[in-house]
């Protein structure tokens, strides 16, 4: 996520049109507080002390999030050609709607939130994020299967979230300081929805592919993300 701060920072800054997207995962499992949060009103800090579990800030707002055997994804970009609107709603959709296609394509029934429901706040709401959804967001059984956020900049943004592919749900509703039963009944993982387990790297390729039929894109691969910042040239062409 240190590294999703520091994208963003130099596409912001970067001349050419530039779409970076990345999926991975955690060394160890730890929990992210968006950057609006007050830990003490979000996390059982004792708990993840005691577990070993880090407590982290991201560069986005939303709610807290244990990251353990999920996926996680990464999409900044400062091209808006893709994005028939450059609203934070429709950006939401149009990446919520390649996730779902990417999800599908694992044999998970998925759909996107009522376009009714409101935006989220966190300024009184402490539960974490996977106990509450809000518009476009992905569900399946009517249960949260991805979490999502994003940060808006002058020219840029970044959006990110969180797609389990297992849930330990004691863990982690003893280091979110809430009840398993309320993340029974309102989180699933790609697994559980799937019928069978999914590995990472399953996930990834599937997801991907869903960003490149939803976009009618194909997504070149770099060596990595910080090599991709120290090597772009100008002129180079977009890639997504």
Known sequence: MAQD??????????????????????SVPTVSLGRNQAPHESVCAE???CAGIPIVERPTGGRAVLHDLEVTYSLVSNDFSCFPERSLRNTYHRIAT??????????????????????????RDTRPCFATTSRSEILCRNRKLAGSAQRRLRRSFL??????????????????????????????????AAGRSVPFE?????????????????????PSATDYTRQIAPGEPNML
Not at 106 to 119: E, F, I, K, P
Not at 176 to 189: F, K, N, Q, T
Request: hydrophobic fraction near 45%; aromatic fraction near 8%.
């Open 47 to 49: 708990f993840c002390r």
């Open 98 to 123: 390649a996730l779902k296609a990417g999800l599908e394509r694992l044999g998970v029934q998925a759909n996107l939130a009522d376009a009714g429901r409101g935006a989220r706040s966190v300024s």
């Open 202 to 222: 399953e996930a990834a390729r599937a997801l991907r592919l869903g960003f490149e039929t939803t976009f009618s894109v194909r997504l070149d691969a770099v």
């Open 5 to 26: 701060r520091s994208l963003l920072a130099w596409i912001e800054g970067s001349s050419n049109p530039v779409t970076l997207l990345r999926f991975y995962r955690w």
């Open 159 to 192: 959006q990110h979230g969180s797609i389990p592919l297992h849930v330990d749900y004691a863990k982690m509703a003893a280091a979110l300081g809430v009840s398993p039963r309320l993340l029974r009944d309102s989180l699933i993982s790609i697994s559980e």
